[in-house]
Structures are given as structure tokens and as C-alpha cells.
């Protein structure tokens, strides 16, 4: 099986997550393919039989003026460079990082979630929202291991 995991990061956390998910998929003897946002294209979706999709929460421009709890500006730009396109069934998984010291914590993975919907994946789960990643890494690779297990059991067999 394929997935594609898709990942916008700034301080590192969410590239640590998504590398961690990406060898635990390839352990599990999956192909991955893992992109950081500003560099996938919405074909990578259609090359994929699984999507897993994370990005930081982060301060962004929405119209003129700056909000709290927006996906990191690379996701975003990926977001909006597969428009209206439609990917019907395409199983997805979200993950995403935060502070829950912030208004919107991991407001991201919301928005990714919306993403999803948009394109008509289906949603393999509840989106995985981590509250300071950095501060037990190790308590935070127990959780992703957990939750990509999961993730696996979801994804429909062809």
C-alpha cells in the first residue's frame, strides 16, 4: 500500500511526527512517500492509496488581517493549489501540533478535517492533536505509534 504524508512544519515538531510515522509505515512494509507542503502537488494525492496529512497550528493572514489558529502558510498553499479538485473515497488521516495555551489549540487539524471533507476523502479516525510534542517525546512517539496502528486497521481493504 501507499501513503502519501503530506506536512508543513516551522520550529520541527511536526517533521519529527510525520518521519516517525513514515518509518513506522515503511516498517510495516508500506511505500511512503513523505513531502513537505511547499514541495507536493495534488497529484501526489491521486498516487496515493492512503493520505495522512499534519501541519502545526500557527498564526496566518485570513483577508487583510492576522488570526490564531490557522494551518502553517506551506499548508495552506497546498490546500489552496488543489482547489475544487475532487478525490471521492481517497482514505485520509490528519495529525496535528499546538499549544493549548492558544485560543484555536490545533486549530490546523480542524481545518485539515474541512480539507478532507472537501475533497471527499473519508476520514480514517479522529485527527491526532498532540499539546507540546516537545515536552515528553517520549510519551508522543507512544502516541503516534498508537495512532498509526490504528489508522492501518481503518483503512479500507481493496
Same mark, same amino acid.
Given at each position: 500500500?501507499?501513503?502519501a504524508?503530506?506536512?508543513?512544519?516551522?520550529?520541527?515538531?511536526?517533521?519529527q511526527?510525520a518521519?516517525?510515522?513514515?518509518?513506522?509505515?515503511?516498517a510495516?512494509?508500506?511505500?511512503?512517500?513523505?513531502?513537505?507542503?511547499y514541495?507536493?502537488?495534488p497529484?501526489?494525492l491521486?498516487?496515493?492509496?492512503?493520505?495522512?496529512?499534519?501541519?502545526c497550528?500557527?498564526? #496566518?493572514?485570513?483577508?487583510?488581517?492576522?488570526e490564531?489558529g490557522?494551518?502553517q $502558510?506551506?499548508?495552506? =498553499?497546498? %490546500?489552496? @493549489?488543489v482547489g475544487?479538485?475532487?478525490?471521492?473515497?481517497?482514505?485520509?488521516?490528519?495529525?496535528?501540533?499546538?499549544?493549548?495555551?492558544?485560543?484555536?489549540?490545533?486549530?490546523?487539524a480542524?481545518?485539515?478535517?474541512?480539507f478532507?471533507e472537501?475533497?471527499g476523502g473519508?476520514?480514517?479516525?479522529?485527527?491526532?492533536?498532540?499539546? #507540546?510534542?516537545?515536552?515528553?517525546?517520549?510519551?508522543?512517539?507512544?502516541?503516534? $505509534?498508537?495512532?498509526? =496502528?490504528d %489508522?492501518? @486497521?481503518?483503512?479500507?481493504?481493496?
Amino acid at each position: 500500500m501507499t501513503f502519501a504524508i503530506i506536512y508543513a512544519t516551522n520550529s520541527g515538531g511536526t517533521q519529527q511526527a510525520a518521519m516517525q510515522i513514515a518509518e513506522q509505515l515503511h516498517a510495516a512494509k508500506h511505500t511512503v512517500n513523505l513531502k513537505r507542503a511547499y514541495e507536493a502537488k495534488p497529484e501526489d494525492l491521486q498516487h496515493a492509496d492512503v493520505v495522512i496529512l499534519g501541519s502545526c497550528t500557527w498564526l #496566518g493572514k485570513v483577508g487583510e488581517k492576522m488570526e490564531q489558529g490557522q494551518l502553517q $502558510e506551506h499548508m495552506q =498553499e497546498f %490546500v489552496d @493549489r488543489v482547489g475544487s479538485a475532487k478525490y471521492p473515497g481517497l482514505p485520509c488521516a490528519v495529525f496535528g501540533l499546538g499549544d493549548s495555551s492558544y485560543t484555536h489549540f490545533c486549530a490546523a487539524a480542524d481545518h485539515l478535517v474541512t480539507f478532507v471533507e472537501r475533497i471527499g476523502g473519508q476520514l480514517l479516525g479522529q485527527p491526532l492533536r498532540f499539546d #507540546g510534542y516537545y515536552f515528553d517525546l517520549p510519551q508522543s512517539r507512544l502516541t503516534i $505509534e498508537r495512532w498509526i =496502528e490504528d %489508522v492501518q @486497521r481503518k483503512v479500507p481493504r481493496k
